[in-house]
């Protein structure tokens, strides 16, 4: 007798397999000690070396005028002040020594010394054209104005934004000294454009100095 073919046997489904997942732990930058501190921003010691000595000029020959006293304080000031900015500067200096610079960081490129012919020219031209009419007494007015400007341009090509609020104050000082000849108070013109101005870009040179974090 033959036996008939048993039917097969349903096999039991094997269990699902899940990929193993392994959660990587979180990975810590190794302190490898040679991270780069905030330092000034770059142009910053030419421009504040060029603001502090425009500063500093400005002190000197528009406080002629003051009492002896406070003509020797407006000085002591200044000469303090300008002193730090010479410290700050040349102390940022020595420290970016042998560090790489980045690409087009030169201060002293063509389009800088193209600046400084511009205000030259602006400045000697624009005083004698004054005095020619009758006016040398707004020569402090003109020079405010011209180097407050310049900082505009100077603010560009450093990629310094400081120096654009430095012009703006510096320029508006010196229409201010024109507004004050014009309206029958030429004694305030050296005070409005020559000293204010001084101790504002001597300020504004120290503040360029301050470190900014470059990471």
Do not use: C
């Amino acid at each position: 007798m033959t036996q008939s073919p048993q039917p097969p046997q349903p096999q039991p489904p094997e269990p699902p397999h899940y990929p193993h997942v392994t959660e990587a732990a979180p990975t810590v930058p190794a302190n490898t000690g040679s991270e780069v501190p905030p330092q000034p921003a770059d142009g910053a010691e030419i421009g504040s070396l060029i603001g502090g000595a425009f500063g500093l000029v400005f002190l000197i020959v528009n406080s002629a005028g003051f009492s002896t006293f406070g003509r020797i304080a407006v000085l002591v000031l200044g000469i303090a002040a300008f002193a730090g900015i010479l410290f700050l500067a040349f102390r940022s200096l020595g420290r970016r020594r042998g560090r790489p610079r980045p690409a087009g960081a030169n201060p002293f490129s063509r389009s800088y010394w193209i600046i400084v012919a511009v205000e030259a020219l602006a400045l000697f031209g624009g005083a004698k054209l004054l005095s020619g009419l009758g006016y040398p007494e707004l020569g402090v007015a003109w020079v405010s104005v011209v180097v407050g400007t310049h900082f505009f341009a100077l603010g560009y090509l450093f990629r310094l934004r400081r120096f654009h609020v430095l012009a703006i104050v510096v320029t508006l000082l010196g229409v201010a000294g024109f507004l004050a000849y014009f309206v029958s108070a030429p004694a305030f013109t050296p005070v409005l454009a020559g000293v204010i101005p001084g101790f504002v870009l001597l300020a504004f040179g120290l503040w360029a100095l301050a470190p900014v974090d470059q990471r």
